[in-house]
């Protein structure tokens, strides 16, 4: 898949993990992983960028006698969902254009 | 590898970052790397799942502004900046002048390629100008009971006319000649500046 198309589609992903309630790394990462293929590395710059967009924040909380950082989402965040859902839509019918022209050619 | 081992390894590749920078993208893979192992996961193959440091190494400088590499660099090499400031004033006499020549002429040639557009557009207004009064001559004429002056003042008109059509397109090919370039100069200017931070 395009590099950019899919960062754009991983941050909806992440934002999406945690939309009910906040999550940590790794969870997010179990979260997307059935869905979509996301390596550790992939998921740290899409954190930091998210959070400079105020998209989420981070607080850390102590775990098991570590601390471990949760991930907020915040409204923001939920606009931005909003907001991917619309664009899909338009998406989807880019897709039915491109489809269209290629049952037309095949019948050709 | 153990944890450690990489953390290690992972703090020694990003020396250079900001240390907000460097602190948090340890704090992660640290954190990542408990929590697979809390999950079950042997401590050597968490690591190796984590990905290959030099995977992300790559990522992390690469999505690392230049400003803040540069701001880094420059800060962290304080040492050397007491003789930089004493030769930057000395030589001053020097770099000011040829800074200033320079400057101006890049705007001087700027001015130009700006007044010839101007002269074009001008040439263009007084063509279509005679060609009006060309066109209101060939009616007086007519009136004063001159029609063979009448009929030159109209092919005069005509004339005038052709030539500010050719004029007007002459004129906006300059013009968007003039822009495109101007653009270009403004980004040669700018490259400049980004391979000397660089």
Redesign the interface.
Known sequence: MDIQLKRGLLEVCVLAAIKSEDSYGYQIIKDIRPYVTISESTLYPILRRLETADLLTVRTAEHNGRLRKYYHITELGKKRIEAFKDEWKEIVSIYDFITKEEKGNDQK | MTRSEFLSLLEQRLNGLPQEDLK??M???G??I???T??GIPEEEAVA???DID??VD??IS?TPLNRLVKERVSSRRRFRAWEIVLLVLGLPVWLPVLLAVLIIVMSLYIVMWSLVISLYSVMVSLGASAVACAVWVFVRLALGTPLQSLLFGGAALAAAGLAIIFLHISNITAKGVLILGKKILVGIKKCFVRKEA
């Open positions: 948090r993208s704090e992660y893979y954190e990542m408990d929590d697979m809390d999950d799942a984590v990905g995977g992300i990522g992390i999505e």
